[in-house]
């Protein structure tokens, strides 16, 4: 049987740790790799966005995504673009290039698949926290969407708790070789108060 005074300095240790986890878990989790990610700056991305100016605007993302497409049912080492972890030096264009270039296919399907498939890429601009701390509360997540070009398809936001909000949506029917048009169909979805309070300014 554990004694009262093992409890009260396990308590004790609890206590002293808790706000300093918090307080590395919260930074972990809205940061990407230059600087906080804020409400005012993601309401600046547009579709068609060039990847040069969103990473002016943003950052470098923390990983990035691709698809590569289908793969037969026997395929045992399929090639998987998913979740690639980024530094601040990292050539998106060039590493995304690269990998949609590679002809070393792994299966016949993904072979007749990466002559037609389109070069979509996912940027994850924060992270999901790893740790105990985020079991106890809420986080964002920030994915931006780009085209074949490198340009900007969509923009994504949720916040994760109880409901996994959807807080944040811009997209388009249709993929822009060029900046948008004022007359081109634009959907936007934005829960204004937690969108704001997920992604706060920064003093």
Not at 102 to 127: H, Q
Request: hydrophobic share 35%; net charge neutral; charged share 20%.
């Amino acid at each position: 049987m554990v004694s009262t005074k093992k409890v009260r300095r396990i308590c004790l240790i609890a206590l002293v740790l808790y706000p300093i986890m918090f307080m590395m878990d919260s930074c972990r989790n809205t940061h990407a790799n230059r600087h906080a990610i804020q409400y005012c700056d993601i309401e600046r991305i547009y579709i068609g966005m060039p990847l040069d100016s969103l990473v002016l605007v943003l950052g470098q993302p923390y990983s990035f995504s691709g698809d590569l497409g289908c793969h037969d049912l026997t395929c045992k080492q399929s090639r998987d673009v998913s979740d690639i972890k980024m530094t601040k030096e990292t050539d998106i264009i060039h590493v995304m290039d690269s990998i949609y270039q590679d002809t070393n296919y792994c299966c016949e399907t993904n072979r007749e698949m990466m002559m037609t498939i389109e070069k979509n890429t996912t940027l994850a601009y924060t992270k999901k926290p790893f740790s105990i701390m985020s079991i106890l509360k809420s986080y964002p997540m920030l994915w931006i969407h780009l085209d074949s070009n490198y340009r900007v398809s969509s923009v994504y936001a949720k916040c994760y708790d109880a409901d996994d909000k959807c807080i944040y949506s811009l997209s388009s029917s249709t993929l822009f070789s060029n900046e948008v048009k004022q007359n081109e169909p634009v959907e936007l979805f934005v829960d204004t108060p937690l969108f704001r309070k997920c992604f706060q300014i920064v003093p």
